[in-house]
């Protein structure tokens, strides 16, 4: 069955930090990938997604986002973590041959000291 | 344009009760669909919904109902609430393959 591991359940960097989550799926297949934030009370919103073309991925508030095919990884980075990025992030994937079967990961919550 | 709306924002239900989670869009999306969100354990599919009349099961559908009567409503029913659905529900809401809308969620405490 398709899954999407998210190594690091629990994150704590200090403010300026660099930020990499890690995600691998188990789809051999053509994939979509997505990572999605959500903060403190909110819902889900997009950080980022990919569906072809150049691996490299940039997304929203410096986010971006690196499609290692040959890993099975799409792992999130920012260089300089703020405060405000305090919030849990999910990695979701799905096969492109229907929405309905995207697959979201367990989450990781990421917490940025002042 | 409001996105994905739902309604209650919380509820708190006796065990055996019934209701209804109430969600709407405007973005003329075919696809919906309902997941609870419990803690540390990421997003589970409930139902989900291709176009008006066309409704599926997904991970966890036991003690849910759906119905999709028009484009935009998707509604949720819960017929003999229990303390395992206790959770937060969301919506959304997408294009095939697309990113998906999510609404504010609903945050049900059944006791």
């Known amino acids: 069955a398709q899954s999407v591991s998210q190594h690091n359940h629990h994150v704590i960097l200090s403010e300026a930090a660099s930020l990499e989550l890690g995600c691998n799926y188990s789809?051999?297949?053509?994939?979509?990938?997505?990572?999605?934030?959500?903060?403190?009370?909110?819902?889900?919103q997009l950080l980022l997604k990919y569906f072809s073309g150049d691996p490299l991925v940039k997304g929203i508030k410096g986010f971006e986002a690196e499609f290692i095919k040959s890993k099975f990884s799409f792992n999130l980075r920012k260089p300089s973590v703020q405060w405000s990025d305090t919030a849990e992030y999910f990695c979701a994937v799905n096969k492109g041959t229907g929405g309905f079967k995207t697959i979201f990961g367990a989450g990781t919550r990421l917490f940025v000291k002042a | 344009n409001a996105g994905v709306t739902q309604?209650?924002?919380?509820?708190?239900?006796?065990?055996?009760?019934?209701?209804?989670l109430q969600c709407a869009q405007d973005m003329n999306h075919n696809y919906m669909y309902w997941y609870r969100q419990d803690p540390g354990m990421g997003l589970k599919l409930?139902?989900?919904?291709?176009?008006?009349g066309i409704t599926d099961k997904g991970e966890v559908p036991n003690g849910y109902n759906v119905s999709r009567s028009t484009t935009e409503d998707f509604p949720l029913r819960l017929e003999l609430a229990a303390p395992s659905q206790?959770?937060?529900?969301?919506c959304a809401s997408s294009y095939p393959d697309d990113e998906q809308y999510f609404g504010p969620g609903t945050r049900l405490t059944v006791t």
């Open chain 1, 27 to 44: 789809y051999g297949g053509t994939v979509n990938l997505f990572w999605y934030v959500q903060y403190p009370g909110q819902h889900l």
């Open chain 2, 46 to 52: 409930i139902y989900y919904s291709v176009g008006a």
């Open chain 2, 86 to 90: 206790t959770s937060v529900y969301f």
């Open chain 2, 7 to 20: 309604t209650p924002k919380f509820r708190i239900l006796k065990i055996g009760q019934s209701m209804t």
